[in-house]
Nanobody, 115 residues
């Protein structure tokens, strides 16, 4: 069984930065895609960023130029560097992984952007 564990959420002021981490553990041969989604109160879960094992990236328009996704394939870990945070970035951030044709989700980590 595969588990995804996120860390790094918290409270930050507008304009600040945070880095999220997500480590995958279990029986893993390779991870095709790792990434991040988020869900704000009263809204649907939405894509933030994903990164494939061959290096392709995809970002939501709302975070382009502010967020950077990276992976350490040796550690089965994905990171999300978030800069210039805005109150509208407040959400629960969920780690996502596509492994052996199955989708896995972490339990989420809360990011709150507030003065």
């Amino acid at each position: 069984q595969v588990q995804l564990v996120e860390s790094g959420g918290g409270l930050v002021q507008p304009g600040g930065s945070l880095t999220l981490s997500c480590a995958a553990s279990g029986t893993i041969l390779s991870i095709g895609v790792m990434g991040w989604y988020r869900q704000a109160p009263g809204k649907q879960r939405e894509l933030v960023a994903t990164k494939t094992d061959w290096g392709g990236t995809n970002y939501a328009d709302s975070v382009k130029g502010r967020f950077t996704i990276s992976r350490d394939n040796a550690k089965n870990t994905v990171y999300l560097q978030m800069n210039s945070l805005k109150p509208e970035d407040t959400a629960v951030y969920y780690c996502y992984a596509w492994i052996s044709n199955r989708t896995y989700w972490g339990k989420g980590t809360l990011v709150t952007v507030s003065p």
